[in-house]
C-alpha cells in the first residue's frame, strides 16, 4: 500500500498580552488558511511573567491533499506578489456566557500574518514561527508548524450494512484492499460472552430482564472486515443496545449504545478476538433556537495489561449533515467531566495506552460519514496515518472502528416509528425479500 502525500498545518502555543484586559475580557481569534474554512479558537490572556502552554495542543490544524498543496504552490494563489500566508486575527469583547462574547459586541485588536515558504516540500518538519509578535497594543504568542503527514485513504464502496468492499484511493486508482461483512443477530446479546463479561452490557435483576424484552432497542450487529483471502482480520461488535431513554425516543448521554472493536489475535485466528477500544454513542437532543440535534462518539481504549479504559476521543457529529470523527492527539483534549482524567493531555493518553497502534501522537484517523439529511448515499470515507499502520491488520482495525462510527449515527436515530407500522411494512414485502432502502429495519 503506497500513501498519498498529506501535509500538516498546524498553529498552537496561543497567548495574549494586553496592557489593562481585565478579567471580564474574553479574547478570540479566527484562523484563515485561503481555501479553507475559517477556524475559532480562545485565546487567553496572559497576565503574569510565567507562561506555560502545553506544547502538543493545537487549537487549528489544516490537513493538505495533493490538490491543495498544488494550489499553494501555484503563484498568485493568493494576491500575487504575496507568497501564501495564514493569518490569525484576535478580537476582544465581554465575557458571556453562552460562548466568547455577549451577543454581537467585539472589537478587532489586530492580525498577524506567517508566511508560508516552499520548504515542506523537502519532507522536513518547518516551524514557520515559535514565540511573541506585537499585535496592536499587545503581544501574540503563537506556534506555527508545517510537517508532512502521508496518508493512507479507503473509502467503503456502498453502505455498511450492504456488505461493500474498501477500496484504497490514490490519484485515480481505486484498489480492492478489504470487504465488509455486516450481520445483524438479535439473538447476540443473550448468547456466551467470549470476549470478557467487563465489556459487555448485562442485566442484574430478573425484573430488568422483563423490562428490556418489552421495550424497542437495536442491538446484535456486528462488522467484520475481511482481507483479500477471506480471513476477517477485525470486527466491531455492538456490546451495549441502543435503547431510547425512558420518556422519549431517542438515546441518551445516560445510557449510551457501545461497540467493542477488536483484532484477530496475534495467531491469525478470528475466532479469538482481541479487544482493542469501546466506542460509545448518544444523541443530544436541541434545545430550540438554531441548534441541531447531534450524535455524540466517545471512544476508549482498553489497553493491554491496565485495569482502566483510556479517553482519546470525544466527537460530537451533525445528525442532518453528519461529519468527521477522528482521532488527533495534537488536536484533542480530554472532556473535563471525565473523572479523574482533566488535567491530562491527550498526548499523553496516546503514549501510555495505544503503544504501537498510536505512538508518536498527532493525526491517527478521521472518519467521514454521511447525516441523515443527505439525499445521495455517501458511503465512509477513512484517512489513516501512514506512520501509525504497520501491517494490514493495524487498517483493518481502524476500518473497523469506522464502520461502527457510520452505524452508530444511524442507530441513533429516532424511534418513532410504531411496531405495529413497522410489521405492516414488513407484511406488505414479498415473501423472502428485504428493504434495500432499510437493511438494518431500524425501527424494530
Known amino acids: 500500500m503506497d500513501p498519498q502525500t498529506f501535509v500538516r498545518l498546524s498553529v498552537g502555543q496561543l497567548g495574549l498580552r494586553l496592557p489593562g484586559a481585565s478579567s471580564r475580557k ?20 496572559i497576565n503574569s511573567s510565567e507562561f506555560n502552554l ?26 500575487a506578489p504575496e507568497p501564501p500566508y495564514v493569518e490569525i486575527a484576535v478580537y476582544v469583547g465581554r465575557r458571556g456566557g453562552g460562548g466568547y462574547f455577549s451577543g454581537m459586541r467585539r472589537r478587532l485588536i489586530g492580525s498577524v500574518r506567517v508566511e ?63 470487504s465488509c461483512k455486516f450481520n445483524r443477530d438479535v439473538r447476540r446479546a443473550s448468547q456466551p460472552d467470549h470476549l470478557g463479561g467487563q465489556y459487555w452490557s448485562t442485566s442484574g435483576s430478573s425484573e430488568e430482564k422483563e423490562m428490556a424484552g418489552r421495550r424497542r432497542e437495536r442491538k446484535g450487529w456486528k462488522v467484520a472486515i475481511h482481507d483479500l483471502s477471506g480471513s476477517a482480520v477485525a470486527a466491531a461488535f455492538m456490546a451495549t443496545p441502543f435503547v431510547p431513554a425512558t420518556g422519549c425516543d431517542t438515546v441518551a448521554r445516560s445510557n449510551p449504545g457501545a461497540w ?13 478476538w482481541q479487544p482493542w477500544g469501546r466506542l460509545e454513542a448518544w444523541r443530544e437532543c436541541a434545545h430550540g433556537g438554531k441548534e441541531k440535534d447531534a450524535v455524540c462518539l466517545r471512544l476508549h481504549l482498553l489497553p493491554e495489561r491496565r485495569d482502566a479504559c483510556v479517553l482519546v476521543s470525544e466527537t460530537p457529529l451533525s445528525c442532518d449533515r453528519g461529519g468527521e470523527f477522528f482521532i488527533d492527539m495534537d488536536r484533542q483534549s480530554v472532556p473535563s467531566d471525565d473523572a479523574g482524567t482533566a488535567e491530562t493531555s491527550s498526548s499523553s493518553y496516546c503514549a501510555a495506552s495505544m503503544v504501537e497502534s498510536c505512538a508518536g501522537g498527532g493525526f491517527v484517523m478521521s472518519c467521514r460519514v454521511q ?32 464502520a461502527a462510527v457510520d452505524l452508530s449515527v444511524k442507530a441513533c436515530r429516532p424511534f418513532r416509528s410504531k411496531p405495529a407500522a413497522a410489521a405492516k411494512k414488513k407484511k406488505q414485502q414479498p415473501a423472502g ?12
Request: aromatic share 6%; charged share 20%.
Open 26 to 45: 474574553a479574547c478570540h481569534c479566527e484562523i484563515r488558511l485561503r481555501g479553507f474554512p475559517v477556524q475559532t479558537a480562545p485565546v487567553p490572556l
Open 54 to 79: 502545553d506544547p502538543h495542543t493545537n487549537v487549528a490544524v489544516f490537513s493538505l491533499d495533493e490538490p491543495g498543496l498544488k494550489a499553494l504552490s501555484t503563484p498568485g494563489c493568493f494576491r
Open 116 to 178: 508560508i515558504g516552499l520548504e515542506w516540500r523537502d519532507g522536513k518538519p518547518l516551524l514557520l514561527h515559535h514565540g511573541w509578535t506585537g499585535i496592536g497594543k499587545g503581544e501574540l504568542h503563537v506556534k506555527v508548524k508545517v510537517e508532512a503527514d502521508p496518508r493512507y485513504v479507503f473509502q467503503f464502496e456502498d453502505e455498511v450494512a450492504l456488505n461493500p468492499q474498501v477500496v484504497q484511493l490514490h490519484g485515480r486508482a481505486r484498489q480492492p484492499i478489504f
Open 260 to 272: 467493542l472493536i477488536v483484532r484477530a489475535n496475534t495467531t491469525g485466528s478470528s475466532e479469538i
Open 371 to 402: 447525516g441523515e439529511a443527505a439525499s445521495i448515499s455517501s458511503p465512509p470515507l477513512v484517512q489513516l496515518a501512514a506512520r501509525h499502520v504497520t501491517c494490514m491488520e493495524d487498517a483493518a482495525m481502524f476500518l473497523a472502528l469506522a
Open 433 to 444: 425479500s428485504s428493504s434495500p432502502d432499510d437493511p438494518l429495519e431500524l425501527d424494530t
